[in-house]
Structure formats: C-alpha cells, structure tokens
C-alpha cells in the first residue's frame, strides 16, 4: 500500500448551519506533538507566551498550538492542514472545549451562536488522503 | 482462442467518445484497440463462465475460514477493520460487482487475482465492446450481459439502500468514467443518486455527511478500503452506518494474500496458481506480488528469459510469490481476461492486453466475440 509522504488537506472545514443563529466564526486552537497529533491542552499552557516548547523532536517543539485545520478534537487524534498563526481578526476557541460538548470531530472554524453555545462543526478532507498522494485512481 | 487483425472502424474515436470512454487515447497511447479482436468458442465461453462462478465459491470459503480462524493479521488488515469486516460478512450489505483476473491459453483457466473492491475498465467491458460488436459483427455474440445485470441488481436493492446514493471517487479520468456508468445504471433502476469526490465527505456531530451537509446514508465509493481504513476518518466507520458499497469485507479477497490462502485451502486445484507467503519455496518461476499492489505496481515476475519488474511505493505489508501463469503470447501481446461479477456471478468478460506478462494501467483494451 501506498500512503502520501505529505499529507494534503483537500478541503478546509465549512461552517455547519450558516443560518440566522450563527453569528460569527471562530478558529479551532488545537494543543499537537511533534508527530501532529492533538496532545492534552495543559502540555501547551504550560509553554512561554508566543511559543512551542516543552522542550524539542529534531527541530520542532514537543508541542505548540495550532490554528484551523481538520482533524479529531481529542488528545490522540490526527491533525492536518494547520497554520502555525492565529487568523487575525478571528477568534479561537480550543478543541478541548469543543471536546467538552460531544464533538468528536471537525474542521477549521465552528459557528458561534447568538447564545454563545457552537454550532455543530462539520469537517471534510479525512478520506482521499491517500488517493491524492500522486497515485492516479482508485479503481484498478 | 485467437487474435484477429481487424480494420478499426472510421472515426472510431468520436464514436466510443459519443459512447462515453473520454480517456481512449491517454497520453497518446493506445487504450481502447480495435484494430484487432480476440475470438472465442462457445465451448470457451462456457469453460471461462463456468470457471468464474467455481472460484466464486471458493472465494467464499476462504472468506469463511479467514474469519472462522482469524487470519486477518496475516492479510495487514487493521483491528478496526476486522471488527467491521466479521460484521457485514454476517449482515450481507449490498456487493455489486468485482473483476476475476485469468489467464486463459484456450485450455487452462488460472487466477491471477481478484479487483473485487474497486475494479475499473467496466464501460469498454459492458458498453463500448457491445456497440463495436454491433457495429463490426452485428450477427455474432460477445460475453456481455454487464448492463442488465447491473440494472437489475440494483432494482433489488431499491428498498435496501436508504436516502440519496451518493457515488464517491478521486478526481481521475477512469474513474470518474467507470463511476458515472454505475451511476446511470443506479439511475435507470430508480435511484436518486448524486455525485461526489471521496475528499468532500464530511463529518458532523461524528457521523458523515455528504457535500450538503445530508447524512450520508448509502454510498458507492471507488476508493479502496485499505486506504479508507487507515486514512483519518477511518476510525469513524465503526460509529457510522453508513452503508457503504462495495461493503468492507471485500478487504479480503482484493488483497493478494488471499491467494495463498486459497492454495492451502484448494491445494493443486485446476484453477489456481500455485502461491506462498513466505518465498517461492521450490518455484522456478514465479511473480513476486505485494499484498496490497494496484495497478501492476511493484510486481516482478521471475521468467525464463529474466526479470520483468514494475517500480512503484507499494510492498511495505510483505508479498506473496505466485507461480508463474501461462498468460498465452499472441505475436507479443499478452491477453488476461477480466471476468466480471455482477451480484456475486459471472456476467461477462474484457481482455486486456500488454507487450508483457504484467497488465499495468497501460494495458490495451481489445473487443471480443464468440
């Protein structure tokens, strides 16, 4: 079997529920490892302001915040198509408080509702990875 | 069995376009072939026919005994995996179709392999070889009946697939073909269906859903399920129910470690190759396979007059070593039968051809008639 060497993020999360509720948007903030996989949040709080730390794999931190991406909200999970930055002009909101309200899963951005609760995120690009590695098709 | 040179028909090439095969000419190179065709006996079509549904049976035996005796870690499938495949091996979802590769000398039938999860090429096999026959040898018969049998499978599946069934695949030329035909099959038996590339699944609340956001209830996928299973929303599958077509368990016998399997099981039968795990044992010449190989990718074959070997990324999961199969040579071209299945019997048959013994994605398609 092949798998890509990159992994490509094929499509960025689409808020979920663009409807008159919705009042804003906000980036998922996401606590990853050296590997890219969601670690626990208080790893990354314990870092100095501004940047990775909690000492270093080859030339990447232990763990750092990223920003958008797809990928599951719990420590453990795979994590693609992040930014090292924040958005400006966007809020975050942490995968773990999204964790904390039965969302398992999701994409770049959640909707904020006009009662401040989040709109359920929907997350796309966690099939395909492979077949988009250079590969041609699927068929055979 | 014969090859026979054979006039192309004038503009050929706008009409299998009109008729739907867009890639006939990739690259410049030759894929749909009709300058020649292949000719059967009845006798032959019948020996092949035959043998397709025997080997059908004995792919399910062999289905049975991997799950009876747990052999899916000899085949590198995942834990995740195995508890969905032993499930829907019980449940029996809806399986469509899959493709028998054989080499055929006009007396002996062997194996090469199984496409059951994802086989391509199915438009040349069920539509534009049976208009070049209408065309070429309107009072002669081909082995075809694709078309109908897969309309009439899924009419009987009407009930049993809920919702929109969304077809999914890779943005890629063949397989937009070969899905666009199921598609128009799913249509003329009463279907709703939509269309949508494998990466536009999305997950919500943890459950998928299709472009629109809409639960996705029933999906074709043209995408291999030993990249789905390992891709990140593969740990999903367990908690969706998603009815997924072609279903999970086909994992099993489009991995080439079934074919080992089946030659412990069916020892020295007709239609088998001789096949191991571990090394070609006393094999003088043999194909080196990988266990999850596509395409012709990473196969070399150990022959008389040397070795032919395919590049490629695939091997990491280990190989198996087949006996070498008497693939017959018509002046330097190399025929092997796909065998189609439709509803889990034998439907009809495409040849492709290569100047080698290994068919690759640039093997020729060529017609048939009996």
């Given at each position: 079997m092949r798998r890509p060497k990159v992994l490509t993020l094929a499509l960025v999360g689409t808020l979920a529920?663009?409807?008159?509720?919705?009042?804003r948007e906000a980036e998922v903030q996401r606590c990853i490892d050296s590997a890219g996989r969601m670690a626990d949040e208080q790893n990354c709080r314990?870092?100095?302001?501004?940047g990775g730390g909690g000492g270093y794999v080859g030339y990447l931190p232990m763990y750092r915040w990223v920003y958008g991406g797809?990928?599951?909200?719990?420590?453990?999970s795979r994590v693609y198509g992040y930014s090292e930055s924040p958005t400006p002009g966007i809020d975050h909101v942490n995968a773990a408080s999204l964790a904390g309200r039965g969302y398992s899963v999701g994409g770049a951005r959640v909707g904020i509702t006009n009662s401040g609760g989040f709109a359920a995120p929907s997350a796309r690009g966690g099939f395909g990875s492979t077949g988009e590695g250079g590969h041609g098709g699927g068929g055979e | 069995m014969r090859r026979v040179s054979y006039p192309a028909r004038s503009g050929w090439q706008r009409t299998v376009e009109s008729q739907g095969?867009?890639?006939?000419?990739?690259n410049g190179r030759?894929?749909?072939?009709?300058?020649a065709y292949y000719e059967f006996s009845s006798a032959e079509i019948d020996k092949l026919e035959a043998a397709t549904n025997e080997l059908q049976q004995m792919f399910l035996a062999v289905g049975q005994r991997i799950i009876d005796r747990n052999l899916f870690r000899t085949l590198h499938i995942p834990e995740h995996a195995e508890r969905l495949i032993r499930a829907t091996w019980e449940q029996e979802p809806p399986a469509i179709y899959g493709r028998m590769d054989l080499a055929f000398d006009g007396t002996n039938i062997k194996l090469?392999?199984?496409?059951?999860?994802t086989p391509t090429a199915l438009l040349e096999a069920a539509v534009i070889q049976w208009y070049w026959l209408q065309d070429a040898f309107p009072h002669r018969d081909q082995f075809n009946s694709l078309h109908e049998r897969l309309i009439a499978k899924w009419k009987e599946l009407r009930d049993y697939l809920p919702g929109v069934l969304v077809f999914a695949h890779l943005d890629d030329a063949e397989d937009w073909t070969t899905i666009t035909y199921l598609q128009d099959t799913a249509l003329q038996a009463g279907f709703q269906t939509a269309n949508m590339l494998i990466k536009d699944i999305g997950v919500k609340d943890g459950k998928f859903v299709d472009i629109?956001?809409?639960?996705?209830?029933s999906c074709f996928k043209l995408y291999p399920w030993e990249w789905m299973v390992h891709e990140e929303y593969g740990a999903l599958l367990e908690s969706n129910d998603t009815l997924w077509?072609?279903?999970?368990?086909?994992m099993m016998w489009s991995n080439k470690g079934i074919l080992p399997l089946l030659w412990e099981q069916y020892?020295?039968?007709?239609l088998l190759l001789e096949c191991y795990f571990?090394?070609?044992?006393?094999?003088?010449y043999y194909a080196k396979k990988p266990?999850?190989?596509?395409?012709?990718?990473n196969i070399a074959l150990v022959t008389p007059g040397g070795t032919i070997a395919r590049d490629g990324d695939y091997g990491e999961e280990g190989f198996v070593y087949q006996e070498l199969a008497p693939v017959k040579n018509f002046n330097g071209n190399y025929p092997v039968i796909g065998s189609w299945l439709i509803d889990g019997e034998s439907a009809g048959m495409g040849i492709r051809e290569s100047e080698t013994m290994i068919t690759d994605n640039l093997s020729r398609f060529v017609p048939h008639i009996f």
């Open positions: 529920g663009c409807g008159p509720n919705i009042s314990q870092l100095p302001h501004g797809n990928g599951g909200y719990q420590p453990g | 095969l867009i890639y006939h000419t990739p030759t894929y749909w072939d009709e300058s090469l392999e199984y496409n059951a999860d629109h956001d809409e639960p996705l209830l077509v072609e279903p999970i368990w086909k020892p020295h039968h007709r571990d090394s070609p044992r006393q094999m003088q266990l999850l190989s596509r395409e012709g990718n």
